[in-house]
Nanobody
Framework: EVQLVESGGGLVQPGGSLRLSCVASGFTFSNYALSWVRQAPGKGREWVSSISASGTTTSYLNSVKGRFTISRDNAKNTLYLQMNSLKTEDTAVYYC?????RGQGTQVTVSS
């Protein structure tokens, strides 16, 4: 059974930082690219970032480029998203994504 369990969300002021984690199980983690997606209140799901199986290739939504960093630890079956210089428009539920699977999500709220 595939499981993706996100954590690390919370309430942060604009300009602050958070590090999201996603622990995966049920598939060979090191063989696959993974992504982070988010869904803001009242909006559709939005792709944020992806990373290749080896971790050497990454890609980002333009609005987060230079502020967010995706990474992975294949020995720990864990995906990360370091989010710096957070803005109010980053407020959303963030999901770890593999093929058609997503976790339960972790809430990120950026507010003063």
């Amino acid at each position: 059974e595939v499981q993706l369990v996100e954590s690390g969300g919370g309430l942060v002021q604009p300009g602050g930082s958070l590090r999201l984690s996603c622990v995966a199980s049920g598939f060979t983690f090191s063989n696959y690219a993974l992504s982070w997606v988010r869904q803001a209140p009242g909006k559709g799901r939005e792709w944020v970032s992806s990373i290749s199986a080896s971790g050497t290739t990454t890609s980002y939504l333009n609005s987060v480029k230079g502020r967010f960093t995706i990474s992975r630890d294949n020995a720990k079956n864990t995906l990360y998203l370091q989010m710096n210089s957070l803005k109010t428009e980053d407020t959303a539920v963030y999901y770890c994504s593999w093929t058609n699977y997503r976790g339960q999500g972790t809430q990120v709220t950026v507010s003063s």
